[in-house]
């Protein structure tokens, strides 16, 4: 299985209640390697381009709100099928309907304030990552 990257969000609700740490042990545990990080406050202009692809679902106004309520840590992981193995150990997107021992379900408090980011395709990922990182950040 290749080598590969994924990008990450660590939400403000997790920041907030001070579990940075606690998501990124989990994300190395899954066998993610932290290759770029920063903590950052989004813009209402970068949340809702960052989010432009969910502009007509009811919750982008909530769900931009939110993502602006406080800092986040963007991240670059990197690792076998980096993509898929985030989005296990992520969890489902509602905690309530997410496996024991997923970050969601261990950390997360509601379907909107749910901990984590997680690209959901390697196309994704290249985007997102290049729109919060230069190359000269991500260092492998
Ligand atoms: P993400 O993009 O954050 O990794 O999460 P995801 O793929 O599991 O979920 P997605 O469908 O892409 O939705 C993006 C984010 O929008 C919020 N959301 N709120 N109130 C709602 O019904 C609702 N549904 C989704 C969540 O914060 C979700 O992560
Ligand atoms: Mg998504």
Redesign the pocket.
């Known amino acids: 299985m290749a080598v590969t990257r994924t990008f990450s969000?660590i939400?403000p609700d997790a920041t907030r209640r001070n579990q940075t740490g606690a998501v990124t042990k989990m994300l190395e545990e899954a066998g993610l390697r932290v290759v770029a990080s920063k903590r950052i406050q989004l813009s209402k202009e970068q949340a809702e381009g960052f989010?432009a692809v969910?502009k007509d679902?009811?919750?982008y106004g909530?769900?931009c709100n939110?993502m602006t309520s406080g800092p986040v840590v963007v991240q670059v992981l990197e690792g076998e099928d980096a993509v898929k193995r985030n989005r296990d150990i992520?969890g489902?997107?509602n905690p309530a309907d997410a496996a024991p021992g997923t970050i969601r379900k261990e950390l997360a408090e509601s379907?909107?304030?749910?901990s984590?980011?997680?690209?959901?395709s390697e196309e994704n990922a290249a985007t997102e990552i290049a729109f919060f990182f230069n190359d000269d950040e991500i260092v492998g």
Request: glycine share 4%; proline share 5%; aromatic share 14%.
């Open positions: 969000i939400k989010y969910h679902r009811p919750f909530e769900l939110f992520m489902a997107t379907i909107e304030a749910n984590v980011h997680g690209s959901d």
